[in-house]
């Protein structure tokens, strides 16, 4: 894998963390939502507005899940061609 595929997955992760913390917080403040008594106009927006950022999250991810699956079919076509390019290197290696 090169050096430049290794810094597209390290963004990837990083991104991918942010969300998970992100979706922590969410969560968190969302279980403060439920358990309170009562809650204001002011804290049911918030509660929609937090509801709207994991449907955008999610969206997000479904485009991320999306260009991985491009990379790997990339991948794999690459792999292929290599494989009808040079079969005796492969008989050699087997």
């Not at 939502?33 to 507005?49: P, S, Y």
């Not at 491009?70 to 292929?80: L, P, Y």
Request: aromatic content about 2%; proline content about 1%.
């Amino acid at each position: 894998m090169r050096s430049q595929d290794m810094d597209h997955l390290q963004v990837l992760r990083d991104k991918i963390g942010l969300f998970r913390e992100e979706i922590a917080d969410i969560h968190e403040l969302n279980q403060q939502f439920r358990r309170a008594i009562r809650n204001g106009a002011v804290a049911h927006v918030a509660h929609g507005r937090r509801q709207e950022r994991l449907q955008a999250i999610q969206n997000e991810l479904l485009q991320l899940a999306s260009l991985g699956k491009g990379v790997v079919s990339r991948e794999q076509t690459k792999e292929k061609r290599r494989s009808r390019l040079h079969p005796a290197k492969q008989k050699r290696a087997a």
